[in-house]
């Protein structure tokens, strides 16, 4: 407390008051309370928060704020009413998420015969493993059992395998035609792993801001949230096939930075989830351009490269972009890339495997993300061997590739026939309209929904597409995700589902989903 406040103090006695009003500064000082402090401030009473309610430490109401405001619609509200319903023994269908092998899709052969050789390496010196297993998938499981050091069992470099590391690095080399470093690769647990080692790494707080699309995949929202940041939304342009509009994000980056925000990253997903839309190399071009520009991370989620279903626009890495504009951009612009073995015709999205890759990242940020994997010890190695297989495939003239690239042309040529069994079929309703799904896995049509439909959903409190969602989940057993979930522009509706449906099942799910539009519509009309 200082002197001031002591004389002003109605119990002050008249000598200390007299010692105040004799006293003088010295010239120019300044005569704040603070410069006449003597003694220290009183200690002030912070808000205090219980550690505990109703007996318990970790009460709901009491966890992490960050924690509790994060949202991921793709296992939200539906999911949750879609559990309760199988338990009630509902039968479902499951196209909340691109998770294929759970809707019939088969596993590579190729693939599951390595990996059953590498996590049981005893087989290969059974007297029978040439006569039970093609030639090239002993060598194979040979030469990655040598890779792990016989133990597939123990733990890895927490980078992931340095065998596995290189291979992938060979794979970016023949895709775009440039070099890549294999000790700026980081193997992870699924590419939703690297994704939020990367935000947990450019995060400081509030104040940092992610661009990321709208709509996007609430992986984004939900970690930006988690750690503490802001997301800066960009929308995409349904009315030009989901398109950027670079004027419209300039002026968003310059409003939040004339808000003092600063802006860290920047996220693109192409092919695009949930939109479907693949961009061009111009669109390529302007994002490394943007980022150059204006000093952002470039993270690009290249999870779906290689679902594509139309020829018009092929599926480009932004790191080949990058690279074909040579400097200043190729040296400077920081970019992420991120890809996955659980989409394309693999599908092995319970096996957790993904990979990050670095480009013109500070030597000692990557030693900061090296140590920030090393607190995990290591990503699952199972994942790790399923990304060398997916990165070195079979080869022409080898046992097993005829069979390899049947299964894989057939089952791409599949999902090409399925995206425009769903296109088409929602486009051929009232009341719904759908742009091509170019590509990845999902189609996102927008609802246009009659008044007599929003009043009943905004009586039962609900989102109009989750309402819409909810009544489809109880009628027809079919498990969407509202496109709310994922940000949409103010007054439209969508919802998002698969395109993963078995194709001999594919006409009856549409078929189903049409009766029970139609039925809808008529109810609201």
Request: hydrophobic share 40%; glycine share 8%; proline share 6%.
């Amino acid at each position: 407390m200082c002197v001031r406040c002591i004389a002003k103090a109605r119990n002050a006695g008249r000598a200390v008051q007299a010692l105040f009003q004799s006293w003088q500064a010295p010239a120019g000082a300044c005569r704040s309370a603070r410069c006449f402090s003597s003694l220290p401030e009183p200690a002030v009473d912070a808000p205090t928060r219980p550690n505990e309610l109703e007996g318990k430490v970790a009460h709901p109401s009491l966890l992490n704020e960050d924690l509790l405001k994060a949202q991921y619609a793709v296992r939200g509200e539906l999911y949750m009413k879609a559990m309760d319903l199988q338990k009630a023994g509902k039968e479902l269908i499951f196209t909340n998420v691109g998770n294929p092998q759970q809707l019939g899709q088969l596993p590579i052969k190729f693939n599951r015969e390595v990996t059953s050789l590498v996590v049981a390496p005893f087989l290969l010196d059974h007297p029978a493993v040439t006569s039970l297993y093609p030639k090239d998938v002993v060598e194979r499981a040979r030469k990655l059992n040598k890779m792990f050091g016989g133990a597939v069992g123990a733990y890895t470099d927490s980078r992931g395998n340095a065998g596995v590391r290189q291979e992938v690095a060979d794979f970016i080399q023949r895709r775009d035609g440039y070099p890549s470093n294999p000790e700026h690769i980081f193997l992870t647990d699924g590419a939703s792993v690297a994704v939020r080692l990367l935000l947990n790494a450019l995060i400081r707080d509030s104040n940092d801001h992610i661009l990321v699309p709208i709509p996007q995949y609430p992986l984004y929202s939900a970690s930006i949230q988690l750690y503490g940041g802001t997301l800066l939304p960009y929308n995409l342009k349904e009315q030009t096939g989901w398109s950027m509009d670079f004027n419209e994000i300039t002026r968003s980056v310059n409003d939040a930075r004339n808000r003092g925000a600063c802006v860290r990253g920047m996220v693109f997903i192409n092919p695009g989830n949930p939109t479907g839309q693949c961009l061009t190399e111009d669109n390529l071009r302007d994002l490394v351009k943007f980022a150059h520009q204006e000093k952002v991370v470039l993270m690009a989620d290249e999870v779906y490269q290689p679902n594509i279903y139309q020829e018009e626009r092929p599926f480009i890495s932004a790191k080949k972009v990058l690279n074909d504009l040579g400097a200043p951009y190729s040296n400077d612009v920081e970019l992420a890339s991120f890809h996955t073995v659980s989409k394309g015709v693999l599908g092995e999205c319970g096996l957790r495997g993904g990979y990050v890759e670095l480009t013109n990242f500070h030597p000692g940020t990557i030693d900061e993300l090296y140590k920030a994997v090393s607190i995990n010890l290591s990503p699952n190695t199972v994942g790790q061997v399923a990304m060398s297989l997916m990165v070195n495939p079979p080869q022409p003239g080898q046992e097993s590739y005829e069979e390899w690239k049947k299964e894989h042309d057939e089952g791409l040529a599949s999902l090409r026939r399925r995206a425009h069994a769903m296109t088409d079929g929602f486009n051929a309703l009232e009341g719904v309209t759908c742009t091509f799904t170019e590509g990845a896995m999902y189609s996102f049509p927008r609802l246009h929904l009659p008044p007599k439909a929003l009043a009943a959903a905004q009586a039962a409190g609900k989102p109009a597409d989750t309402f819409y969602c909810l009544q489809l989940l109880e009628e027809t057993g079919i498990v969407t995700v509202p496109g709310s979930g994922f940000g949409q522009e103010e007054g439209t509706f969508h919802l998002r589902t698969t395109i993963l449906p078995p194709e001999d099942k594919i006409q009856d799910f549409v078929k189903l989903f049409q009766d029970f539009h139609k039925k809808f519509m008529a109810k609201y009309a």
